[in-house]
């Protein structure tokens, strides 16, 4: 199976700020990579769709990269809404598996 | 407008079993693959199984392999997740999610999602 490792699994930071989040994967997988944002007793958005494509209806502050292994999520001027889990998931190969998350607070 | 309702879920002793039911609606559910995915208390999201547009293929998750069993009805345009054998790492909020894509899946829609709670 393969893993999926996200970094920080928290951070803090302002309204206005940029914000990076790192995945990686235990082994290559292209750039099949999305990325999901959940608010708490809420179920999961979909944002970032093969590492780099934006979900429709998604603002474009949001932003991904990176291929083979790595990847990052930016969020390039964190909003009040923006504060929540994010999770990064691998479809290159069954089972499909999810990060451990990334709490973005406020400082 | 997609919208996908869970159904089934509940308290349930250790070794029990439940079936948790998804009611899609506002899209062609026959078209598209579906999934379920948990999440435990305070904990991240777990995949757990998923299912090809007419159940031709499955997949699981090694954690419930051999004992839940994904399978949908396209003509009530319900899926389905037989769960057997529960067990207290089970206890999950349980998500019924729909594919766009079969081979590399992403999830583009969720429903609210059933709690399941297993303990004596």
């Known amino acids: 199976d393969i893993q999926m490792t996200q970094s920080p699994s928290s951070l803090s930071a302002s309204v206005g700020d940029s914000v990076t989040i790192a995945c990686r994967a235990s082994?290559?997988?292209?750039?099949?990579l999305n990325w999901y944002q959940q608010k708490p007793g809420k179920a999961p958005k979909l944002l970032i769709y093969?590492?780099?494509s934006l979900q429709s209806g998604v603002p474009s502050r949001f932003s991904g990269s990176g291929s083979g292994t790595d990847f990052t999520l930016t969020i390039s001027s964190l909003q009040p809404e923006d504060f929540a889990t994010y999770y990064c998931?691998?479809?290159?190969?069954?089972?499909?598996?999810f990060g451990g998350g990334t709490k973005v607070e406020i400082k | 407008e997609v919208q996908l309702v869970e159904s089934g879920g509940g308290l349930v002793q250790p070794g029990g079993s439940l079936r948790l039911s998804c009611a899609a609606s506002?899209?062609?559910?026959?078209?598209?693959?579906m999934s379920w995915v948990r999440q435990a208390p305070g904990k991240g999201l777990e995949w757990v199984s998923g299912?090809?547009?007419?159940?031709?293929?499955?997949y699981y998750a090694d954690s419930v392999k051999g004992r839940f069993t994904i399978s949908r009805d396209n003509s009530k345009n319900t899926l389905y997740l037989q769960m057997n054998n529960l067990r207290a790492e089970d206890t999950a909020v349980y998500y019924c999610?729909?594919?766009?894509?079969?081979?590399?899946?992403?999830?583009?829609?969720w429903g609210l999602g059933t709690l399941v709670t297993v303990s004596s």
């Open positions: 998931q691998q479809s290159y190969s069954y089972p499909l598996t």
């Open positions: 299912i090809s547009t007419s159940d031709e293929s499955t």
């Open positions: 506002g899209f062609i559910f026959s078209s598209f693959a």
């Open positions: 093969v590492a780099s």
């Open positions: 082994q290559s997988i292209g750039t099949i």
């Open positions: 999610a729909k594919y766009r894509g079969w081979s590399n899946p992403r999830i583009d829609y």
